[in-house]
């Protein structure tokens, strides 16, 4: 039995972890959960999975909270909160799915407290990638990664070694304007930007792989993860989404991983590893998908993928400001303020704003990313 602490139990990965949680009553049990206000969802998770203890955003959600529910519950709340949850004494594993920056702090409380982490936060080892892994290291803690990409390459290597390997591909589907000429995007409307051809997502997330910013975001994931050189990972669009990422060796053998689009499948994967979970999910059926096609990525087309090789590349902070500024520019593309290929813009004037700041702390971090927040929100106005 494993005690699991759910960072974002109400977003749509937590939702996906309780589901399978749910199926496997045998082998896990959820001792805490996180969420900043839905509350509504959060007091039906109460009730069903019986949680220890809970967080919330403040003081006022915690009694809104109280009000909502039957079951004696400790509740707490803010950063401090979700902190106490993420290193509390009996979880055996943290799944940090906090949409965002605001998962790296508590990320990082339960590397420190030595917890196992199941990682779908990948704008926590964006913005302060190098430090987690470090500190990962230095407390001998596993750092299990949920997004499917990276699940991918965890599985693929499984019983190899890092220096027999050449180059790490991650496949990307391409968003719902693979076939888009790059000049009618400026029109592009919200929801057709939502519309996503085969992952079913939070909105963020699925706004980030309409720009590919997401994938960009993967490829710093990968760098951190992985501890392996940006030139050593490349993006190849594979609109079918059965590969989820692949490894070339020195040898020239490549290994996939393949399975549904289904976020449960990695997530199984990560609660129950090392061993893999019997869960009933949907299954590949090659006779359905018939073939197997590949692009290269149109980085003219996808300036955000290539916004994110030379935040990378510059190094420090600007991974950070990356991600923060691309945030702001989503949530104003989202809320009608900017249009869709305006977001690349901001995130690009705020990068060339940012000087060489290395990241040695996770205050440096955070304030390196309110920074780049006031910034973009400057040119959103
Ligand atoms: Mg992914």
Redesign the pocket.
Known sequence: MKNIVILGSTGSIGVSVLKIIRARPDCFKVVGLVTKSNLKTLAKQIEEFCPSIVSVANKEKAKELRSLITRKVKIVFGEEGSMELASCDNADMVVSAIVGAAGLSPTLAAIRAGKTVALAN?EALVAAGDLMMREARANNVKVIPI????SAIYQIMRGETKKSVRRIILTASGGPFLKTPKDELQHVTVKRALRHPN?NMGKK?TIDSSTMM??GL?VIEARWLFNILPSMIDVVIHPQSAI?SMVEFYDSSMMAQMGPADMRSPIAFALNYPKRLKVDLPRLDFTQINSFTFEAPDFEKYPSLQLAYDALEKGGGAPVALNAANEVAVEAFLKGKISFITIPIITEKVLGKLGIVKVDSVSTAISIDKWARVKAREQVL
Do not use: A, G, L, M
Not at 147 to 150: C, F, I, K, M, R
């Open positions: 990948k997004d499917s990409e990276h992952w997330i997401n994938k993967e989820h």
